[in-house]
Structure formats: C-alpha cells, structure tokens
C-alpha cells in the first residue's frame, strides 16, 4: 500500500504513546480552565469566531477579561499556544519536531481559516432574527459549526487534487490525537451540562448501555458472517473489518487486527477504508438527522454515536447535528439546552470505546486456543489493559472533577465560564479533526488499490443494516426523551 | 512481513470455510444481543427520562 493513501501515524518509539498525551493536553486544558474558579483567568485570551457580516468583527478573545487584545492577536496567542503544547506532545510521542512545527502552522491556518468562512453570515445565521440582525435576507443555515464541514472539504480537496501537499502536511495530520484531546475537554462539558439534569443525564447513560450490546453483540457477528460467507474473505481480514465497521473504526480495527495476530497492514488497510466511509457519513447522517428526526433529538444524537465510525467523524458529527437542531427547534419556537444532543452522542460513543480492550482479549483468546491453536503467543489478560483506549480515563476524571464540584461543591454558576473557555479549544480541536480527516482521504488511490471488494462489504453492511439497526434501537431507547428547555 | 492487497490475495477468495467455533461466536454473540436488547428495552421503561 502506497504511503500516499492514508497517513495514519503508526507510533515510533517514544516515551509516551499518543493515547497518553492526548490525556496530558487535554488535562492541561481542563486544569487552566478550573483555575477561573480561583478568579485567576489563564484561558480567556483564546480566540473564538462568531458569525459575521463584517469580517472585523468575527474573531474575539472568549472572556472580556483579554478583551483588549482583540480578534487577530487572540487568534495569534491561540496559535502559538497549541502550536507549543502540541509540539512537545509530538516530541514525546517520538515524532518528527522540525516537520510538525511547519505541517502544523499550515493545518491550523486552512483549518481555521474554514471556521472563519464557515460563520459568514450566509451560511451560518439560523433564525429570522438572526438574519434580520445581520441585514440579509438568506442563509444555507448550517449554523457556525458549519465550520466543520468547510473543513472537512478543505481536507478533501488537498487529498484527492493536491496528494503532494498533503504529503508534506502528514506530520500534523492527526485526527486521533485531536479527537482524543477533544473528547478529554468534553468530559468536564458534559458533566456541567449533566449536573443540572442529573435523572435525565442518568437516563442517558443507562440507556447508552444498549449501544454496547448492538455494536459488540449483534453488528460485530453480522458484520463478520457477510465478509466470510458472502465475501469470501479470509478470517484475517474478515475481523479488523468487522471491527471496524461495527465497533468503532480506526482503534477497533487496529485492536482487533493485534489481537487475532494479523498482519498490521491489514488493519491500517481497513482502516483506510473506515476514514473514508466516516467522511461519507459525516457529510450525510446530521442533514438526514435534521430532516427526520428534528422532533426527536436524542434518537438522532444515539443514532450517530451508532452509525459513524471513528471517535473524531462521530463526535464531531453529533456537535453539528446538535448545532442543527437546536437552531431548527429555535426556528419553531423551540428552546433546548444547548449540550444534549452532543452529550448522548458522545456518551454512546464512548461507551463503545470502553469495551474495546475486553472484545479484543474475547477475540484473542478464540484465534489462538481454538482458531490458530499452533499460536505460541496465547492471549493474556494483560491485553484488556493493553488495548484500553486511554483516553477514556481523562474523559472519565475530568467528567468527574466537575460533577463533583458542581454538585458537592454548588459551583454550577462559577464552572460555566471556566467551561466555555475551555470548550473553545475542544471546538478548535474538533476544527482539527475534521480537516485532518478530509486531508485522509484519497479516494481515487484506495479505488486504484483494488480496496473495490472491501468498500463493497462496507456499503452492504452499512447502508443495509448498520444504520438502520442503529436507528431503530436508538428509537427503542431514546425516543420521547427531550433535552431539558433552555431557562 | 508481506504486504497484502486485496487483489493479490482475491484468489484466497472462499479458500477458509466457516469453522464450527466461528459459527458458534456468531450464533451466540447475536443471540445473547438480542436477548439482552429486549429485556435492556423492557427495563428502560422503568427508567424515567
């Protein structure tokens, strides 16, 4: 396989895996963003975008405390401070410095710069006091999270029309630990959200466990009997790609691929082939979301965390569906609080993570005690620790960090600024993800590689029933429950 | 290590039949699912949103 396909970054020897420095970025966020309980404002200078009209008025530092230094040097001191930070996660990680500082300047400005074009007023402004307030008379209303998908067709376009510059980018390509840092931010947003509404936000969680069962139990055995009976594939490559069509792409497909001790290009093939599919789905699922299921938000949001694969296209695509909805119920008349929609995503999303490391020890064990029983290197128990997504564990501590202060503690009124500040960088993370994953993309290259009949085992298993199973077991769980009314 | 393609190895096509302990993962693995999804439905009923 041609290098130019897909740059997954396989980790080098280093001191610290990528799993882990996603957690250390994403704790060093969440702590700088607590110290604003203490009064002390470290995060206010980052920069955000709100929709415009007038381009001089769409950057701003996120607290009026850093007001003075305005749009351009916030966007500058945010540059420079993920520039710093991320550079010495890659340095830990084992990666190429030098290459990342200039990949990275460039990623960070097309990424950004999509966000910027992405909040013009003509394609972002929702409501008809939001257009009266701008003074336009229409709007493709995809809200400023729009951004996203502008992104994301940036990262296409270098990809399938301009390989070479992607290639040069690869080092700063990294949706992975992007999405990682993202979802590790998030976890003191969700639980900021989840605090006011603490037996919706247990409802959620308990209903998410039905998301575990579909996408283990029932799409994993599915998915595995079409490639081996009606494909022809061979177990090797029959159980990566049922991973990763099933659980949760990139990650799964790589877990799986170490526990039944495949060859390691097998999974960095399939998971080719998850990218690109997630990009389809991305570009899709959240306006088919908003087309059907606008009265019934949390199905959609479960019903993403479901049928996208890979942490980054889902998580984020819960944010833009949340992003639709919540403008379309505006446009109704219609007041959600903001964060549900993408909490329920998020939490069926990780959920699924969580197993990983016990589905791959299950698979480990069957391969080589009955599969590939001449197999000297048996499956240990060590594997479920192993292939742990760690991650999970910086969501999990700064989820509670901030349950507990908001309810132990009464601190909901201080915690949300200090939240804001810090949802900012996960917004500019997510802006990350998306343009990475489109830089990912090369679909012209896969097709060349003869990835024909594996895509065709995807389009079956997805289009056939993985999003429709997950659509009618999100309505099973979640239709009929709404997100709280703002105020 | 050799580096597969999926052409290369399209005439490995059907060459490893289901074995029994592959079907048996199949069989139970969507049947402790489906169980277990409708008595998670049946419970989630008690559960109050």
């Given at each position: 396989?041609?290098e130019a396909t897909i740059f997954?970054?396989?980790e080098?020897p280093?001191t610290?895996t990528?799993?882990?420095s996603?957690v250390?970025?994403?704790l060093?966020v969440?702590?700088l963003a ?12 980052a ?5 415009w009209v007038d ?5 701003g530092?996120v607290s009026?405390?850093?007001s003075y230094l ?8 945010t540059?420079?401070?993920l520039?710093?930070?991320?550079s ?6 084992g990666?190429?410095l030098k290459?990342?500082?200039l990949?990275?300047t ?7 710069a999509?966000?910027?074009v992405g909040s013009y007023?003509?394609?972002?402004a929702v409501?008809p ?10 709007s493709l ?7 996203f998908?502008?992104a994301?067709?940036a990262?296409l ?8 510059f ?5 080092e700063?390509?990294r949706p ?8 590790v931010i998030?976890g003191?947003f969700i639980a900021?959200?989840a605090?006011g509404k603490?037996?919706?936000a247990s409802?959620?969680?308990l209903?998410?466990?039905?998301a575990i069962i579909?996408?283990?139990l029932?799409y994993?055995?599915v998915?595995?009997f ?6 022809g594939f ?5 159980a990566p790609?049922a991973?990763g069509?099933s659980?949760c792409g990139?990650?799964a ?7 039944i001790?495949?060859?390691p290009q097998v999974?960095?093939l399939?998971?080719s082939?998850?990218v690109i599919?997630?990009?389809v ?9 908003q087309?059907?299921l606008?009265h019934?938000?949390l199905?959609a949001a ?9 942490d980054?296209a889902?998580v984020?695509?819960g944010g ?7 403008a379309?119920a505006?446009s109704e008349?219609?007041?959600?609080e903001p964060?549900?929609i993408?909490?329920?995503t998020?939490?069926v999303?990780?959920f ?6 016990v589905w791959?020890?299950?698979l480990a064990y ?6 590939n029983?001449?197999?000297t ?12 997504p760690k991650?999970?564990l ?8 901030v349950l507990?202060l908001?309810l132990?503690?009464g601190?909901t ?5 200090a939240?804001a500040e810090a949802n900012t ?5 997510f802006i ?13 290259k896969?097709?060349?590689e ?5 895509a065709?085992?995807y389009?079956?298993s997805?289009?056939?029933f993985?999003?429709?199973?997950g659509?009618a077991i999100?309505?099973v769980f979640f239709?009929g429950v709404?997100p709280?009314l703002?105020? | 290590?050799s ?15 289901l074995l ?8 139970w ?11 998670l439905a049946?419970l ?5 949103s």
């Open positions: 396989m041609s997954l970054n396989v080098r280093g610290l990528e799993d882990w996603s250390l970025v994403g060093l969440f702590v607590l110290l604003g309980l203490a009064g002390v404002d470290l995060l206010g200078w920069a955000t975008t709100s929709v381009p001089t008025q769409a950057l530092p009026k405390t850093y305005g749009g351009a040097s916030a966007l500058v001191a540059f420079l401070a520039l710093t930070t991320l010495l996660a890659v340095w830990a990680t990666g190429d290459r990342f500082v990949a990275f460039v990623v960070f400005a097309i990424a950004y999509s966000w910027f007023a003509h394609f972002a409501t006091a939001d257009l009266s307030k701008f003074g336009i008379s229409w209303k995809l809200t400023n999270e729009g951004g998908i502008f994301l067709l990262g376009i270098i990809a399938n029309f301009f390989p070479r992607a290639e040069w980018l690869r700063a390509i992975e630990l992007y999405i990682k840092i993202a979802i998030l003191g900021a959200t605090a603490l037996n919706l409802s959620v969680l209903r998410g466990v039905a579909e996408a283990y029932i994993w055995a998915v595995y079409v490639a081996r009976k009606y494909f061979t177990r090797e490559w029959a790609l991973s069509i659980i990139v990650a497909s790589i877990s799986t691929g170490g526990a001790r495949a060859r999974a960095v399939v998971s082939l998850v599919f997630a990009v789905e991305v570009l899709i699922l959240p306006f088919l979301a087309t059907f606008s019934e938000p199905v479960a019903w993403l965390g479901l049928a996208v694969k890979t980054g889902a984020a695509a833009i569906t949340e992003s639709l909805l919540l379309q505006a008349g219609v007041k959600y964060g549900w993408l909490a329920t998020t939490t999303k990780v699924i993570d969580v197993f990983i490391g791959s020890f299950v069957i391969w080589t005690n009955h599969i029983a001449e197999e290197n048996k499956a240990k128990l060590g594997e479920i620790w192993e292939r742990f991650f999970i910086g969501f999990i501590l700064t989820f509670s960090i507990a908001a132990g503690g601190l009124q201080k915690l949300a600024p939240i960088f996960r917004v500019i993370f990350l993800t998306f343009f990475s994953i489109g830089v990912l993309s090369n679909f012209r896969l097709w060349e003869g990835l024909a009949r594996l065709a085992v389009v079956v997805l289009f056939g993985v999003i429709w199973v659509l999100s309505w239709a709404k709280p703002a105020g | 290590m580096e597969p393609s999926i052409k290369d190895e399209a005439k490995l096509r059907f060459s490893e039949p029994a302990i592959e079907k048996k993962l199949i069989i693995s969507l049947s402790v699912g489906v169980v277990s999804l409708v008595l049946a989630s009923r008690y559960i109050p």
